[in-house]
């Protein structure tokens, strides 16, 4: 029987984070561990924290010892268990680091190359548009374009996102919170309906398997935020499906190393059809409910995924450290 490690940065006492974040992070935690516990045949070990709430048997619940990081306790839970999954966002090379922290052969999800590009949003674009797939980056000079947004070079999400009408105040905004530390990125907004893509991916496979709406919000200072995902409301039968899963497939050969539950964020432009925006490594907010929705258990097919690939794990320890 397979020891599984679930580990959700937020809820596993990572980071303290505002309500709505640890609320979406253990809703992320809660769904990879029904399924996995649906399986019958895993042992599952969950992080948690305070804050979160309980994990329910027959999940064991482990927590970091006092004043220990969290990439020491992904390691030591790492190394006592078969797998470890683990959903964290790639700003400021968190989930490079903590991959770092776990051995290859008990990983679950997208290898070091291919979190190294898609925590880049610039390199991300580029290495996309260099295999020719449509990013903001075919607006940057169309006479069109009219409005500019300014991110965090390696954010995750709509996270401190700004959108101008104005390029001067764009480039002004970038260059500010530039030499403040962050480095940021300036990209086109593209009109369009805001979509993402949820895919399954292994070594030669990419399985489209739903595609989801977006609901984000912008205030009045131009701020977005994240409100929302409709999950596999776009049926595969839409007429847009069979291009979004073309594009899912060019996105897998341009970024080696996709792997388990992947993420794609774009937008349907009204004329250029899908431009893609970024990429997720990891397990997103979309994944909770969709294996409900598919009549799938994706937990298994994740796994199976690592398993196909002939990965060679290492023993795990059988201490409960």
Known sequence: MNRIFVYEYLSGGGEMAPGELLAMGQSMRDAIMADLLRLG???????????????????????????????????????????????????DGLLARL????????????????????????LTLMTLAEAGIATPLAFERQPETTRWVVKPDDGAGAMATRLHHDPAAAVDDWSARSRA??????????????LSLSLLCGRTRCELLSINRQHLD???QGLLSFRSVEVNVIPLTDSRAAALGTVAGRVHQAIPGLRGFVGIDLVWHPKRG????????????AYVGLSLSLGRNL???????????????????????
């Open 41 to 91: 045949n895993h042992e599952v070990s969950v992080a948690t924290c305070q804050l979160a709430s309980p994990v329910p048997e027959p999940a064991r619940p482990v927590t970091p010892r006092h004043g220990e990081s969290a990439f020491d306790f992904v390691a030591r839970q790492a190394d006592a268990h078969d797998l470890a999954w683990v959903v964290a966002p790639e700003t």
């Open 181 to 194: 530390g962050s480095p940021m990125a300036v990209e086109p907004w593209v009109d369009g309906a805001a």
């Open 274 to 285: 899908s431009v893609v925006i970024e990429i997720n490594p990891r397990v997103t907010s």
């Open 299 to 321: 937990a298994a097919e994740v796994i199976a995924t690592r398993i196909d690939e002939g990965a060679s794990r290492p023993k795990a320890a059988h201490s409960h450290a």
């Open 218 to 220: 912008i205030d009045e």
């Open 99 to 122: 991959k770092q922290c776990v051995d290859p052969g008990r990983w679950l999800g997208c290898e070091g190359p291919a979190i190294h590009i898609a925590t880049r949003k610039r």
